[in-house]
C-alpha cells in the first residue's frame, strides 16, 4: 500500500503492479530505494506528479483500466529499474563490507 505524504506530492509504494500503473498514469518515478528485509532485498519506489492521488485512489478502489500490452511495458520498466537498483546496492553494499566507501 502506497504511503502519501500529507501534502500528497509524493507517494511511496513497494508493490510492482502498482508502480507500474503509476507509470502508465505518467507519474514521476523520483527513485529508487533498497531495503534489507528478513535476509532479502525489499525495494520502495517514490512516485510524484499531478493526479498521483487520483491514481492511487483508482487502484486501491479496482476501478483501474488499462491497455495490457502498455502495463506490460510499464512493469518491464519499473522491474528493470528494480534490478539495477539492487545490482547497485550490492555493489555498494560489497565494497562498505571489504572496508572501500560507497
Not at 533498497?34 to 525489499?42: D, E, F, K, Q, R
Not at 483501474?64 to 550490492?90: D, E, M, P
Request: aromatic share 10%; charged share 25%; net charge neutral.
Amino acid at each position: 500500500m502506497a504511503m502519501i505524504r500529507d501534502d500528497g506530492t509524493m507517494a511511496e509504494v513497494t508493490d510492482l503492479y502498482e508502480a507500474a500503473y503509476l507509470v502508465m498514469k505518467g507519474l514521476k518515478l523520483e527513485g529508487v530505494e533498497c531495503i534489507p528485509l528478513s535476509g532479502t532485498l525489499a525495494c520502495r519506489m517514490s512516485f510524484s506528479g499531478r493526479g498521483l492521488e487520483e491514481a492511487l485512489g483508482e487502484y486501491f478502489e479496482k476501478k483501474a483500466c488499462v491497455n495490457l500490452y502498455s502495463f506490460r511495458s510499464a512493469y518491464n520498466q519499473v522491474n528493470s529499474y528494480i534490478h539495477q537498483a539492487k545490482k547497485n546496492y550490492a555493489t555498494r553494499d560489497k565494497a562498505a563490507n571489504a572496508g572501500g566507501e560507497a
